[in-house]
């Protein structure tokens, strides 16, 4: 199994312009997070789907973001417009059903907004 | 609601000593407790884990202590090597969720 992926490793953008980060989780997951990671705030869960539903959005950081997964092998992450203060990485992970169990993350995505 | 603290930021060991990081939470809910290890440029991989009606968990040179009165739990490294330096982050668990700690720095010094 490759593990979860995600496209594109990096990503550098300017100010204004719509950013969409993709999410392949590892087969048979039935759930999948999204994460942000900076130095001031940490790992912050922003949102989470189960069954390709999405359960808890409340870490979502304002409208400007939205996050989909239209079938169970692929998830998306919008920012628009994309601000500076979005700089960061953000992690995709995806766990099996049952109990709660590992999380397994993808490589990230380092997201620069200038 | 979730609330993880870790203690200290930074810790410095000599390599071969033992290095030991501590966890709180708020949630008493909570019933699930991992420990994630994230070097440098890396994603975080799960090192070790603990569930709620278990004390003490050991997997070689790592353990997890849990205290659920006290609500904290700890991971202990022995006979540290270079390769440990590592960001470690710990997490609480709990309706299909983890809210993680800030981490802790860990620097082993050859």
């Known amino acids: 199994d490759a593990g979860v992926i995600q496209s594109p490793r990096h990503e550098v953008t300017e100010m204004g312009q719509e950013v969409t980060l993709r999410c392949k989780p590892i087969?048979?997951?039935?759930?999948l997070f999204w994460y942000r990671q900076t130095m001031m705030r940490g790992l912050e869960l922003l949102i989470y789907?189960?069954?390709?539903?999405?359960?808890?959005d409340s870490g979502m950081p304002e409208d400007r973001f939205s996050a989909k997964m239209p079938n169970a092998s692929f998830s998306t992450l919008k920012i628009q417009p994309s601000e500076p203060r979005d700089s960061a990485v953000y992690f995709c992970?995806?766990?099996?059903?049952?109990?709660?169990?590992?999380?397994?993350f993808g490589p990230g995505t380092r997201l620069t907004v200038l | 609601g979730e609330n993880v603290e870790q203690h200290p930021s930074t810790l410095s060991v000599q390599e071969g000593d033992s290095a030991v990081i501590k966890c709180t939470y708020s949630?008493?809910?909570?019933?699930?407790f991992p420990w994630y290890k994230q070097e440098l440029g890396k994603r975080p991989q799960l090192i070790i884990d603990?569930?709620?009606?278990?004390g003490e968990k050991k997997d070689q040179r790592i353990a997890v202590t849990l205290n659920k009165t006290a609500k904290h739990f700890s991971l202990h490294i022995t006979e540290t090597q270079p390769e440990d330096s590592a960001v470690y982050f710990c997490?609480?668990?709990?309706?299909?969720?983890?809210?993680f700690g800030k981490g802790n720095q860990v620097v082993v010094i050859p």
């Open positions: 992970a995806s766990r099996g059903q049952g109990e709660v169990n590992e999380q397994f």
């Open positions: 087969s048979g997951h039935d759930y």
């Open positions: 789907f189960n069954n390709n539903v999405p359960i808890d």
């Open positions: 949630d008493s809910a909570s019933n699930y």
């Open positions: 603990i569930r709620s009606n278990v």
């Open positions: 997490a609480e668990g709990g309706n299909n969720r983890l809210a």
